[in-house]
């Protein structure tokens, strides 16, 4: 099943009807050890039925590897749901607080820069303001 759904988005992309994806989700038993751990790869780590954890390196080319809590009674908290071509939405939005302060939203396998993100990707506006 999970070949039938890459192999579907991998063409699905190809054609253009999807747009490229950013980050692939899948579903383990035990936490990622840093070399399982793949730029690209979201790992949510469940125990049973219950969603503990989602592991991913930091999209913004520093590669950090960033663990967002998905336990509903801690905060904060993110709720991670993956379609059938395995993209994941989290919400609420991704705010790094280390070297890098990328700042992003993951909605459907992209990711998308907040305005505010110290992430060098973010496209400058023209007339140089950052808006809000
Ligand atoms: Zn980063």
């Known amino acids: 099943m999970r070949i039938f759904s890459h192999l579907c988005r991998w063409t699905a992309e190809r054609c253009r009807l999807i747009g490229r994806t950013d980050l692939v989700a899948r579903v383990s038993p035990r936490h990622p050890s840093p070399d399982q751990l793949q730029t690209g790869s979201l790992v949510v780590v469940r125990d049973g039925t219950l969603d503990k954890w989602a592991c991913f390196r930091c999209p913004g080319g520093c590669g950090e590897k960033i663990q967002l809590s998905l336990n509903q009674a801690r905060r904060p908290r993110w709720a991670v749901r993956f379609d059938w071509l395995l993209r994941p939405t989290i919400e609420p939005s991704v705010r790094q607080l280390n070297a890098c302060r990328c700042h992003f939203w993951v909605k459907r ?8 993100s110290g992430h060098r990707q973010v496209p400058k506006r023209t007339n140089g303001a950052w808006g809000r």
Request: glycine fraction near 12%.
């Open 109 to 116: 396998g992209q990711v998308h820069w907040c305005h505010d």
